[in-house]
């Protein structure tokens, strides 16, 4: 090799120890650069800070660009820098390790259910409202901001999901849902659509969607205590009225009439409606931005009740709402900002035409009632609806009640499925397996051991 | 092909290597072309449809098709005008070199030492490395957290929301990843070159920096590229570590784009961030290119 | 096609270094101690005595190590292990340490923040107690930024005024406000973070602010009696005893306060592990698969990546250059958006795949279809990778080598198969074992494609493409909140297997190695 001869010939400066260790030049160059631009930051970032309060807004993308404004009226009137920072991916996780270390944000935007591991964890303070403010907000979205007895958050935005129809399409709103699968089926059968309707599943499943058509058809995931208040003890997953129910979900699936279906998931469930491939949607406000981009005549009412059922059922309500970091650094701000931005009419009104939900303010709720009337469809929608629950024994029902609904629909057995949910959830909510199983005629469960542990 | 050899140097082996490997290469086979074809259809089928969405105006995930419905770049300038794309571009570009030139100089030293010399724990320190990869990134995440917590507090400059902190982050990881890459090409290199070379007096520095690299030279630059890319695309770390908007990089800020009621309607724009983003990974690797496939390294004679 | 020179990297050629080179290196060693006693400066500040003494046992410790003439090993793996040690092994060891604690959601701090946030958590307004209109003031003559602040407060039914002293900490009524100064609201929220933090004694309660512009009355309704280590709420009369083994606070029927706070607790985590029904009904056959998934992702990456390396390594193929930047393509497009593009085009009604071919398959919703589909879209974004390395190991096998192996006779096949192939494995073989080990924890590839399923009707715990990565990862995160110290505990498991398996491959690296000696 002709490269080392070159450079053998040359021993005498082989002996010259400056030669020796490159690596540490290496090394002392790696902390010279650091040190350079360690230097930079610190002057840079260190003598503001302290003159000016400054107040840092977590949020995720779409809040986060909607509150720009009420940020920046804000920030003048106050004479703080307002940072509102979008957290696109695990808001919730980042927001409690933030916590954890005494760092993150001063103020957290997200939904009443995260509020059980938020306080559990000590992340967030109580946001005491005033019977002002808690006059001037929709009740339930006050009842879902309470837990254990007290205010967690300002509440500004409920959502839940509605049957939204085209009504190019289907002129007439369906009473029940065998009536809108009737009208679905025969315009497939014309050609005009290539699906009956389109609602999330996905192959693992959508829980949150889900449980409006499983709350109509009679089923509950927990039942509720004297006060109203969830009790964790009585899962509703294993009864004779969640198999009903599910069983009109495996008569819908696959293998029945095809309305539900696992291709159609979270992702395309939307164009699925927009494109005009199906007649029918179940999803909530964030849709209709969409909806409307792309020209779709389309009317908005509550998810029918089946065929010989009460219809008493409804969805998830879920709240919107500002939290208050316990580690805020200058809290009082913090709760200033919150009490503002979720109480002040204008300010609802402006997150509201950036992001159309019906506002928990009463007064901007009325501002819209001619300008945007289907923001009081979706509350009316939502008028038999619960609350979503913030026990953090909701939190094990998701996953696995999604993947069941996906099984049974792709036209798995349902009592069996059922069986399997039921052990599963209450052996990680600390209930007995086996009393959790309560309906008559339940297979065998001898071969599945019990996954309680005590 | 011609392969130029500094003049200064003696040919010890008389033919130039150009007739050498003229002799060892036989006709262009059409099967290689079948193959590249082939290949490169399996790669680009998913990225066309990226394309198409990216240069349909009207872009969004249930309109694309795989061939666009319109054309336009609405999307591109909509990147620039209603986010802070160009930014985030410049972060992760920032990052990504700083972190990739620095980590391809620590792993080169360090597989230098793990194939060139025999001391005390180098086969534990090797066993080291590949079990620290192991471990999963997101229960670390924590433990990472606060740490840089404690260096926020201190270093402001090289803490949260800088990308300093991010750079040094991957540092932390480039050791492993790229060491066991780079030690497999270092034991290539016959060792009695180095030998010789020390035997003529030469230091273990001038060793490792005028023949060892010279000769790797095609895995450094592949482990410099695998390093690069492997830092743009990062999102765990990047995602909690920056969420300032102007600290952000594109792998965040992309991923920003398309989250729960955007993702339909930014689909297109989001889209058209990926391609550009693709394009300085696909310009550093034309570059080096010719470091990975200049084949001077074939002079390296064993013996 | 036409090669520029190589430029050599490092060193120029036969360039004396000499006294430059130990310019440099004292420049550089003298910026490394500029950079110490810079770090040094927060430490002191911050009093991290520990700290600072590390900072100089490393300062010391590099100093040393280049200024002596032995250790040369040490000199070379220095610069990557500080970062290494720092930054990653340092928060291994840290969170391997959770595996003894009950560390998770509920239970990630002090017993002292528990009680600090049980307590501030039932803090209510006491009845009978107005809702104050604020002010805030200080008195004439002291400055907004930092006199003693003096909360105004108005009762809002009778626009009586009281006044509440941060200094001495009494609350007066208040006339008229003509003794103080009120302050405008940019300097009422420069004093927001002292605000909150005040506690003013009033009546039964202290005077707490809500915001800038409320205050109220508010007593905690439960409260911690050191002595007797309970907390008792003051209004049900309700006693939780703190239970140190647990760390949580609970009655004597069992009901307990959902914060907690972190408490060791041996190896109760790894019992679980063992004895936990539903980890251990799935963990064989989630494991199996999990090696499989490994085993080959990186084979089908490296044969097909080394395939079309080899198919492009001609030095006189035309548009080389052109394949070349096309197939690193999948590599440099975002993770994330390919996978939500693949994921689409598998969908069974809709997808692309499904279309192209003809084909009614429900990819994603069978076992072995998804094993499948997964399998493919690893194949997908791996190859490159694979593909660029095996062209570098190609470019370093000697053409001479392959010469003079020509010369004696041997065909082209002959020559790939005994001469190139087993070089580019050796250079190769240590990466696919880092390979495989990494594609072993390959979290991202299965979560965000497939997220585990299907899953078979009758578990909801355990799918069909499933890695024991992504499966603890539901364990531990997807019940109550997240449960890091049984995630470390079963990683811990996992480590071992992995290291297990990664060390007997590495035995015949080894072997290999030596071969070439």
């Known amino acids: ?454 | 092909m011609a392969t130029p050899i500094p003049p200064a140097v003696p040919h010890p082996t008389g033919p130039s290597p150009s007739r050498r490997r003229g002799g060892v290469a036989h006709r262009v086979g059409w099967w290689r072309h079948a193959v590249a074809l082939l290949c490169a259809v399996f790669a680009l089928i998913p990225i066309v449809f990226v394309v198409s969405a990216a240069f349909n105006p009207r872009g969004t995930l249930g309109s694309t098709t795989l061939w666009p419905s319109g054309a336009g770049l609405e999307n591109f300038r909509k990147l620039f005008t209603s986010t802070d794309y160009g930014r985030w571009f410049g972060n992760s570009l920032l990052i990504s070199a700083a972190a990739g030139a620095l980590s391809m100089f620590a792993s080169a030293c360090g597989a230098y030492a793990f194939s060139r010399f025999r001391f005390r724990g180098r086969r534990a320190g090797m066993t080291g490395l590949l079990l620290v990869q192991m471990f999963p990134q997101f229960l670390a995440v924590v433990a990472i957290y606060l740490m840089f917590t404690w260096i926020t507090a201190r270093y402001p400059g090289i803490g949260f929301n800088t990308s300093w902190a991010l750079i040094l982050l991957y540092m932390g990881g480039a050791l492993g990843a790229n060491t066991w890459l780079m030690k497999g090409f270092f034991d290539t290199v016959p060792k009695s070159l180095d030998e010789s070379a020390k035997v003529d007096g030469a230091s273990h520095a001038q060793v490792f920096f005028t023949i060892m690299l010279p000769l790797v030279s095609p895995v450094l630059a592949v482990t410099g590229l695998l390093s690069f890319i492997g830092t743009m695309n990062e999102f765990l770390l990047a995602n909690i570590f920056l969420t300032d908007p102007e600290a952000k990089t594109l792998a965040v800020g992309l991923y920003g784009m398309i989250q729960e009621g955007n993702r339909d309607a930014n689909f297109g724009l989001f889209c058209a961030g990926s391609l550009l983003m693709a394009i300085p990974i696909v310009a550093l690797f034309l570059y080096l290119q010719r470091f990975i496939v200049s084949g001077l390294t074939s002079g390296a004679v064993k013996g | ?517």
């Open chain 1, 1 to 454: 090799m002709n490269e080392h001869r070159a450079r053998s010939r040359a021993p005498d400066r082989a002996a010259n120890p400056g030669l020796r260790r490159p690596c540490a030049l290496g090394a002392a160059l790696l902390g010279a650069v650091l040190a350079l631009t360690g230097c930079g930051g610190d002057a840079g970032s260190g003598g503001s800070a302290s003159a000016r309060p400054v107040v840092t807004v977590w949020a995720d993308d779409q809040r986060a660009a909607a509150l720009k404004d009420f940020a920046r009226t804000f920030g003048e009137k106050y004479g703080a820098r307002v940072s509102v920072q979008a957290v696109s991916k695990d808001l919730q996780t980042n927001f409690v390790t933030a916590s954890q270390a005494g760092e993150g944000p001063d103020v957290v935007v997200g939904a009443n259910d995260w509020i059980g591991n938020l306080v559990q964890n000590g992340a967030i303070d109580p946001v005491r409202l005033s019977t002002s403010q808690r006059d001037s907000l929709e009740p339930r979205a006050v009842k879902a901001v309470t837990f254990n007895g007290q205010t967690y958050g300002m509440p500004y935005a409920l959502e839940n999901v509605a049957l939204i129809r085209n009504t190019a399409l289907v002129p007439d709103a369906p009473a029940t849902i065998e009536e809108a699968v009737a009208v679905g089926q025969r315009l497939k059968g014309e050609g005009k659509v290539s699906e009956i309707m389109s609602v999330p599943v996905g192959q693992a499943g959508d829980a949150y969607h889900a449980y409006a058509l499983y709350s109509q058809a009679g089923g509950y995931l927990f039942g509720r205590d004297a006060q109203g208040e969830y009790n964790p003890a009585d899962l509703g997953l294993g009864t004779e009225a969640s198999v009903r129910a599910l069983e009109k979900f495996r008569a819908l699936g696959e293998k029945g009439v095809g309305a539900l279906k696992r291709t159609i998931g979270p992702d395309n469930a939307i164009p699925t409606f927009t494109t005009g491939k199906a007649p029918f949607l179940i999803s909530g406000p964030w849709a209709v931005p969409d909806i409307k981009k792309a020209g779709i005549a389309y009317d908005i009412q509550a998810v029918p009740r089946f065929e010989g059922t009460g219809g008493k059922g409804g969805p998830f309500i879920g709240v919107q709402a500002f939290y208050v970091a316990a580690k805020a650094k200058n809290k009082a701000l913090a709760q200033e900002f919150v009490a503002q931005a979720g109480g002040s009419e204008r300010t609802a009104i402006a997150l509201t035409e950036a992001n159309p939900r019906p506002p928990a303010l009463k007064a901007a709720l009325a501002h819209f009632k001619d300008s945007n009337p289907d923001l009081g469809k979706f509350l009316a929608a939502g008028a038999d609806g619960v609350i979503q629950p913030a026990i953090p024994q909701m939190n094990v029902v998701w996953d696995p009640f999604g993947k069941a609904e996906a099984a049974i629909i792709g036209g798995a057995p349902v009592r069996s499925t059922v069986v399997s949910l039921t052990r599963a959830v209450a052996g990680q909510i600390g209930l007995d397996p086996d009393k959790a199983v309560r309906f008559a005629g339940a297979p065998a469960t001898t071969n599945h051991p019990a996954a309680g542990k005590d």
């Open chain 3, 1 to 517: 096609m036409t090669v520029p020179p190589r430029k050599p990297l490092g060193n120029p050629l036969g360039t004396p270094l000499g006294s430059a080179g130990v310019l440099a290196k004292a420049l550089l060693l003298g910026l490394a101690l500029a950079l110490a006693i810079w770090g040094a400066f927060p430490l002191v500040e911050h009093r991290d005595w520990l700290a600072l003494a590390v900072l100089v046992a490393a300062t010391v410790l590099i100093f040393w190590g280049y200024l002596s003439p032995r250790r040369i090993p040490a000199k070379y793996l220095l610069p990557g292990t500080v970062f290494l040690i720092a930054f990653q092994v340092l928060p291994i060891l840290y969170t391997v340490s959770t595996a003894f604690t009950n560390f998770g959601d509920g239970h990630r701090g002090s017993k002292e923040s528990a009680i600090h946030s049980i307590e501030e958590a039932s803090v209510s307004p006491v009845p009978g107690t107005p809702d104050y209109r604020l002010n805030l003031a200080v008195p004439q003559g002291s400055s907004p930024a930092d006199g003693p602040l003096v909360l105004v407060l108005t009762d809002p039914a009778t626009g009586k005024e009281r006044a509440a002293r941060a200094d001495t900490g009494t609350v007066t009524d208040l006339p008229s406000r003509a003794t103080l100064t009120v302050l405008t609201d940019p300097q009422a929220a420069r004093r927001g973070a002292e605000l909150a933090a005040l506690r003013i004694a009033d009546g039964p309660g202290h005077i707490r602010t809500e915001g800038l512009e409320r205050a109220y009355v508010g007593a905690p309704a439960r409260s911690y009696d050191a002595s007797s280590d309970t907390l008792r709420d003051a209004t049900t009369g309700t006693v939780w005893k703190a239970d140190g083994t647990t760390g949580t606070f609970v009655t004597d029927d069992g009901e307990r306060i959902s914060s907690g706070w972190r408490v060791g607790v041996g190896l109760g985590n790894f019992a679980d592990v063992l004895t936990n029904p539903t980890i251990s009904r799935y963990f064989g056959q989630t494991l199996l698969w999990n090696i499989a998934f490994a085993v080959l992702t990186v084979l089908i990456t490296f044969v097909l990546g080394l395939f079309v390396a080899l198919s492009l390594h001609h030095p006189r193929m035309r548009g080389r250059w052109f394949y070349r930047a096309l197939l690193i393509l999948p590599y440099a497009m975002p993770a994330f958006a390919m996978l939500m593009v693949w994921a689409d085009m598998f969908n069974k009604d809709f997808g692309l795949i499904n279309r192209l071919f003809g084909l009614d398959v429900n990819w994603l919703g069978e076992p072995w279809t998804a094993r499948a589909a997964v399998l493919l879209v690893q194949l997908w974004m791996g190859y490159p990778y694979m593909f660029l390395v095996a062209t570098g190991a190609l470019q370093a096998v000697p053409d001479e080598v392959k010469e003079a192996a020509r010369v004696d006779g041997a065909g082209r096949w002959t020559i790939l198969r005994k001469v190139t192939l087993p070089l580019v494995l050796v250079a190769l073989f240590p990466l696919l074992i880092a390979s495989f080990a990494f594609n072993f924890n390959n979290f991202n590839a299965i979560y965000l494609t497939t997220a585990g399923g299907p899953f078979p009707p009758d578990s909801p715990m355990a799918g069909a493409t499933d890695l024991l990565i992504t499966y603890t990862y539901r364990l531990a995160f997807g019940g109550q909140g997240a449960q890091y110290g049984l995630a470390a505990a079963i990683s811990l498991f996992i480590f071992v297997i992995v290291a297990v398996i990664s060390l007997v491959s590495f035995r015949r690296a080894r072997a290999m190695e030596e071969v070439n000696g």
